[in-house]
């Protein structure tokens, strides 16, 4: 199937590992040019430089107010065009509600939820007809998750600014989408699996709960992202995509 991805460019962030590193690596095995993001110089040349010609690394924080008109302005000069961003960021400190301080919820909250808004913002200006907005988000958009307090309460309400986004976006044909990761066998859930004192059987448990009985790959998570930003899914919008192996208990 061809995506239409060819010389398509899309800023991905948070994209030196785990799922933004993913999609990058599928947006550019079929055809895409990225501006990948991340926060430090060395893990940033090192990742597009591993992505090939067809990328290029610009260090940038999502919480930092600057970014987002960086990150369009690389986009354009280095591959001439933009027709998209995926907005991912590291997941926010675990934890339940009486252990996460104050400071960890504002940092959060810049990074995770407000630097995501201007992100879409600055790209949504910048976008014309064709152009996609996609939010990496979690399955906790519709069901909490233990120990995730931070993200459980972040999560859900940029799921309802990326469905906002996509009714205001619609008319000029801009496409909004999220995806939502369930299980997907990153560094990120491997730290949270240890988490636990006995990080092997907390993992055989939590894939006895996934009807497909294992966690995902980052390369699935990686396709379905690349799919839903490419122009073969140009008619979907306004929807959240759960990549979690059907765990998730609703329809």
Same mark, same amino acid.
């Given at each position: 199937?061809?995506?239409?991805?060819?010389?398509?460019?899309?800023?991905?962030?948070?994209?030196?590992?785990?799922?933004?590193?993913?999609?990058?690596?599928?947006?550019?095995?079929?055809?895409?040019?990225? !501006?990948?993001?991340?926060?430090?110089?060395?893990?940033?040349?090192?990742?597009?430089?591993?992505?090939?010609?067809?990328?290029?690394?610009?260090?940038?924080?999502?919480?930092?107010? /600057?970014?987002?008109?960086?990150?369009?302005? @690389? @986009?354009?000069?280095?591959?001439?065009?933009?027709? =998209?961003?995926?907005?991912?960021?590291?997941? +926010?400190?675990?934890?339940?509600?009486?252990?996460?301080? /104050?400071?960890?919820?504002?940092?959060?909250?810049?990074? !995770?939820?407000?630097?995501?808004?201007?992100?879409?913002?600055?790209?949504?200006?910048?976008?014309?007809?064709?152009?996609? #907005?996609?939010?990496?988000?979690?399955?906790?958009?519709?069901?909490?998750? @233990? =120990?995730?307090?931070?993200?459980?309460?972040?999560?859900?309400?940029?799921?309802?600014?990326?469905?906002?986004?996509? /009714?205001?976006?619609?008319?000029?044909?801009? %496409? !909004?989408?999220?995806?939502? +990761?369930?299980?997907?066998?990153?560094?990120?859930? %491997?730290?949270?699996?240890?988490?636990? +004192?006995?990080?092997?059987?907390? %993992?055989?448990?939590?894939?006895? =709960? #996934?009807?497909?009985?294992?966690?995902?790959?980052?390369?699935?998570?990686?396709?379905?992202?690349?799919?839903?930003?490419?122009?073969?899914?140009?008619?979907?919008?306004?929807?959240? !995509? +759960?990549?979690?192996?059907?765990?998730? @208990?609703?329809?």
């Amino acid at each position: 199937m061809d995506l239409g991805l060819e010389n398509r460019v899309y800023v991905v962030t948070g994209a030196t590992r785990g799922l933004g590193n993913a999609t990058a690596r599928e947006l550019v095995a079929d055809g895409a040019k990225v !501006v990948v993001t991340g926060r430090q110089q060395k893990t940033v040349d090192e990742a597009a430089a591993e992505l090939g010609p067809n990328a290029v690394g610009v260090v940038a924080d999502n919480a930092d107010p /600057d970014s987002a008109a960086s990150l369009v302005a @690389a @986009a354009r000069e280095h591959f001439g065009r933009f027709d =998209g961003v995926l907005i991912s960021v590291g997941g +926010p400190a675990p934890g339940f509600v009486a252990d996460n301080t /104050d400071e960890q919820w504002q940092a959060a909250f810049e990074s !995770v939820f407000l630097g995501a808004v201007r992100l879409a913002r600055t790209a949504a200006a910048e976008l014309g007809e064709g152009g996609v #907005i996609g939010f990496v988000l979690s399955g906790s958009v519709y069901e909490p998750i @233990a =120990g995730l307090t931070i993200s459980n309460g972040l999560r859900p309400g940029l799921a309802g600014f990326a469905k906002s986004l996509a /009714d205001e976006l619609g008319p000029r044909g801009i %496409r !909004v989408v999220g995806v939502l +990761p369930g299980r997907i066998g990153t560094d990120r859930m %491997r730290q949270l699996d240890g988490l636990s +004192p006995d990080p092997e059987a907390t %993992r055989a448990a939590n894939e006895a =709960g #996934i009807p497909l009985r294992r966690y995902g790959t980052p390369q699935e998570f990686g396709r379905t992202a690349a799919f839903l930003l490419s122009p073969a899914a140009s008619y979907l919008t306004g929807i959240m !995509v +759960p990549v979690d192996g059907g765990a998730r @208990a609703g329809f």
